[in-house]
């Protein structure tokens, strides 16, 4: 393992801050190291595994499609892409489905229909496109131009013209910044980098009531809310209201990347032929790990009402131990099993503890754990880690 990881070092651009442990096996909810140690898996690939590792009819349908077709490219029809699009139009508000491989490339498409749309709808002024402060909506250049955190665009300028950000949960922030210029909103339904923020339903209703008023698309970037994680198939379900445009990634494979793009008729009518592509999009391999995610998800009739109900246990749990060392957690937040805790200090220690304790977690700003599991994680997996952060945070306090 050693040698192993020194390789890393030696042949893997230095992008990512890793945990020293490597992962050779998965199953469910728990995870296996090349030394024989087992862990409970509480960041899930970082939301992206709703099923969990390895799922036996994500595998299967995998295994069949490899052995089938792998690739043909969008000159030609086939039948997993097919398939796919009708069951996230079926299931969603959506009307129609453009296939990626990323959450960022969901994302770009995002971006481009909106100014397209708008700028064939009301001239070539109509570009502007608000987000979020504290938002996370990718890596290439348009969404680190559209995420509303400094340290990803450092160092990468210059950056797109045509970004606005304002403060999230501000409803007069929002309309300050809004003028005849700007095409769309670009939230996510709770912030996932940003620290697990969820806003108010109040706040929501009224940004789809400005677009609706104003032909504003809303565009809900759901790469890591969607597909069952907060405990309804799509977070938009639980604020009352639809987007125009959503993005999807990270759980919706069940592991394996891909990315969707949806929007509503009159909004996708604006891309026509040429106007947008993707060489792997649609992959027939990505899109067969797709639909088996979704239909387990969709078949399995008390999957999401209990990643609800889980989520509300953990939650309970981590709001006792917020209680108990209220000096060390500052706050408790999130919806269905996209959970934070937030630390009055650096919460790196506390990961790395978990992990010497086979347990898994991740800290995402800076100073909150974030709790992304699969969503079938058990009672007794969720007892394990809020005994052991009772442990943790007992001996910080
Ligand atoms: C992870 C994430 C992205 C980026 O997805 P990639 O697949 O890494 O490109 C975009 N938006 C949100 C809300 C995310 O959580």
Same mark, same amino acid.
């Given at each position: ?105 969901? +994302? ?17 002024? =109509? ?5 979020? *402060? +504290? ?167 008390? *999957? ?40 009055? =200090? ?40 809020? +005994? ?10």
């Amino acid at each position: 393992m050693k040698r192993l990881i020194e390789e890393a070092e030696q042949f893997l651009m230095n992008t990512y801050q890793r945990m020293p442990v490597l992962f050779q096996k998965g199953r469910g909810t728990r995870l296996y190291s090349t030394e024989g140690k087992e862990y409970i898996d509480f960041v899930g690939g970082i939301a992206s595994l709703p099923l969990g590792h390895c799922h036996p009819k994500v595998v299967v349908a995998i295994q069949k499609q490899a052995q089938r077709l792998i690739h043909v490219s969008n000159l030609y029809y086939t039948e997993p892409q097919i398939r796919l699009a009708r069951l996230l139009v079926q299931h969603s508000f959506a009307d129609k489905v453009f296939l990626c491989n990323s959450g960022a490339e969901a +994302n770009e498409a995002a971006i481009k229909l909106a100014r397209k749309y708008s700028k064939e709808k009301y001239g070539p002024h =109509r570009y502007e496109i608000i987000t979020a *402060l +504290n938002s996370f909506h990718g890596r290439t250049m348009a969404t680190i131009t559209a995420t509303g955190q400094q340290k990803v665009k450092d160092g990468f300028e210059p950056l797109l013209p045509g970004f606005r950000h304002v403060r999230y949960n501000d409803i007069e922030a929002l309309r300050d910044a809004i003028d005849d210029s700007v095409c769309a909103i670009m939230l996510e339904p709770i912030q996932g980098e940003g620290g697990v923020v969820v806003p108010s339903r109040e706040y929501m209703q009224e940004v789809r009531r400005i677009c609706a008023d104003r032909d504003i698309l809303l565009i809900f970037d759901e790469v890591q809310t969607g597909v069952g994680r907060t405990g309804t198939l799509f977070a938009y379900e639980q604020f009352g209201i639809e987007p125009d445009i959503m993005t999807l990634a990270k759980g919706l494979g069940g592991g394996f990347p891909i990315g969707a793009t949806l929007a509503r008729e009159h909004v996708a009518e604006a891309f026509t032929v040429g106007s947008h592509a993707s060489t792997f999009g649609g992959n027939p391999l990505a899109c067969a790990a797709a639909v088996a995610t979704l239909e387990t998800v969709l078949e399995d009739g008390i *999957l999401l009402y209990e990643c609800k109900r889980k989520g509300e246990y953990l939650k309970s749990g981590l709001e006792q131990l917020k209680e108990r060392y209220s000096s060390v957690v500052v706050d408790v937040r999130g919806m269905g099993l996209m959970l934070g805790m937030q630390l009055s =200090r650096e919460c790196a220690p506390v990961v790395k503890a978990c992990l010497e304790r086979g347990i898994l977690i991740n800290c995402t700003a800076g100073h909150t754990l974030r709790f992304t599991p699969p969503l079938i994680i058990t009672e007794d997996e969720m007892e394990i880690l809020l +005994n052991t952060l009772d442990d943790l945070l007992g001996r910080l306090s």
